[in-house]
């Protein structure tokens, strides 16, 4: 099956102005340590707070709305219709929250935080795929490197991640996706992986979601090649 990375437009023709949403309101303060910007691939819960979006002035409103507000980093941010078709959908690793988003005359519509918990490397064609370390500006590839399975790159990651604890943050090394295989027998529609170079956390759909969300006329969507 072939896969393609779904992200927000930055096409101004289309969304008016980017982002869409530079202001948001917090049921507390953004530094509160329930607050949602503080989840980095975990599952929220009861206790997390979730912000509303506000549409700047300039901005169109579309289904995928491009963001720059704290906690909506390595998100998605999508229309209630939108949300519906990717609930529906075969995915794993994906959690739905509700909110709103806040329009130019201070109405509110529903709108939905998709945010990824889960790192689907059980799908990952390992031997395919290609890593890099970088240089923690993610300027320079310093070295190619590989893995022949989920466990060896489990294991190098995590040390990777302790290493920049460890030893000087100057020198660390960046350990990334730099090109995504899948496996043939991969057979979800929508997910997550990181850490990916051109993105960090990436959202993945499978062509026949593609062509479903391209018939529903969507906006605000981009979709790219998997590895672009």
């Given at each position: 099956m072939k896969y393609f990375r779904i992200t927000y437009s930055s096409d101004d023709n289309e969304i008016g102005f980017f982002p869409q949403v530079q202001a948001g309101t917090v049921p507390t303060t953004i530094d509160d340590f329930n607050f949602i910007g503080y989840l980095i691939f975990e599952e929220a819960n009861s206790k997390t707070l979730i912000p509303k979006g506000h549409l700047n002035i300039r901005a169109r409103k579309?289904?995928?709305?491009?963001t720059s507000f704290p906690g909506f980093s390595g998100k998605l941010f999508v229309s209630a219709e939108l949300n519906e078709i990717l609930t529906a959908t075969?995915?794993?690793?994906?959690?739905?929250?509700?909110?709103?988003l806040v329009l130019q005359d201070y109405s509110e519509e529903e709108y939905w935080i998709i945010n990824p918990y889960l790192n689907s490397l059980e799908f990952i064609d390992f031997p395919k795929?290609?890593?890099?370390?970088?240089?923690?500006?993610l300027i320079h590839v310093?070295?190619?490197?590989h893995f022949e399975n989920q466990e060896d790159f489990l294991e190098a990651y995590?040390?990777?991640?302790?290493?920049?604890?460890?030893?000087?943050?100057?020198d660390h090394k960046v350990l990334l996706f730099e090109k995504v295989a899948i496996k043939d027998d991969c057979n979800l529609d929508f997910f997550s992986l990181s850490p990916v170079r051109n993105s960090a956390i990436c959202f993945f759909v499978s062509e026949k979601l593609k062509t479903t969300l391209e018939k529903a006329r969507f906006t605000g969507i981009t979709f790219k090649e998997m590895n672009t």
């Open positions: 579309t289904d995928l709305i491009s075969k995915s794993k690793g994906i959690q739905h929250l509700k909110t709103s795929s290609e890593f890099v370390l970088m240089d923690r500006m310093l070295k190619e490197v995590k040390q990777n991640r302790q290493d920049a604890i460890e030893k000087s943050y100057s």
